[in-house]
């Protein structure tokens, strides 16, 4: 808070009180909810599926030894199965389920005789275009392998390589993808996509390989059912609190 109050933007106009405090709300909201509910969904999702948390266990034993040292940032770049599981619960349980932005001139709308004034507000769903089978084949499976090129689940952007070819930015916070040409969108998209998107995204990478090296998850009927979500909230959260089974590893 210190640096924010002390900080100037380009121009040397010192950054106001009252965009400090809302800066601060924004990082506070962001920083919690969003990746608690990330993270409870890798879990239900690991509990759902046993075999593919034991994936992701192996997966480190061969990439960083069966001794299994402190991760670092560099060995969570080693390991892509770590990486797909965040990316793909990201997919069908994006916490943000609905995005907000105000017409600031008139907008006509492709194909129709309609026109959005500047007195309205646009809502988006961005979960909508990660739920469509046109980019996503058989979407509502959640398959972290699909990330994979050679998956027959491959989404369009990565058999395109559509992320990797979009226009990349920086907003003041590193080169992102601008995400105007994804389906894929998490974090939003342009000016007002996520400014801790590559925090959020190591954090939750760590939280599930730390939990994968201590314990083994599974429902507690056996089963692969799974809770239902939380739209009425603000963060797409489970429905209810969900037991699941645990077992220490050896």
């Known amino acids: 808070m210190k640096h924010l109050m002390s900080s100037k933007y380009k121009n040397g106009t010192p950054v106001p009180d009252h965009e400090v405090a809302h800066m601060m709300i924004a990082l506070l909201m962001a920083g919690q909810h969003s990746s608690s509910s990330t993270s409870s969904w890798i879990m239900l999702r690991l509990a759902q599926y046993p075999d593919m948390m034991e994936e992701l266990y192996q997966e480190q034993v061969k990439v960083l030894g069966a001794h299994l040292p402190p991760l670092t940032f560099e060995s969570l770049a080693k390991l892509p199965l770590n990486q797909a599981i965040v990316k793909e619960t990201l997919r069908l349980h994006a916490p943000i389920h609905s995005i907000m932005r105000a017409v600031k001139q008139p907008m006509a709308v492709p194909g129709t005789k309609?026109?959005?004034p500047t007195s309205h507000t646009l809502l988006a769903a961005p979960g909508v275009s990660a739920c469509d089978?046109?980019?996503?084949?058989n979407p509502d499976e959640w398959d972290p392998h699909r990330w994979e090129a050679d998956s027959p689940n491959a989404p369009t952007i990565v058999r395109n390589k559509?992320?990797?070819?979009?226009?990349?930015?920086?907003?003041g916070y590193g080169m992102v993808s601008k995400g105007a040409a994804s389906p894929y969108l998490p974090f939003g998209a342009g000016r007002h996509r996520c400014i801790g998107e590559q925090f959020a995204n190591?954090?939750?990478q760590t939280i599930t390989a730390e939990v994968v090296r201590i314990v083994k998850l599974s429902n507690v009927?056996?089963?692969h059912g799974l809770i239902g979500t939380d739209y009425a909230s603000l963060f797409s959260r489970p429905l209810e609190p969900a037991k699941v089974r645990w077992e220490r590893r050896n």
């Open 202 to 204: 190591v954090q939750l």
């Open 221 to 223: 009927d056996g089963g």
């Open 114 to 116: 309609y026109v959005i």
């Open 133 to 137: 089978p046109t980019f996503f084949p």
């Open 162 to 171: 559509v992320e990797a070819e979009d226009e990349k930015i920086d907003y």
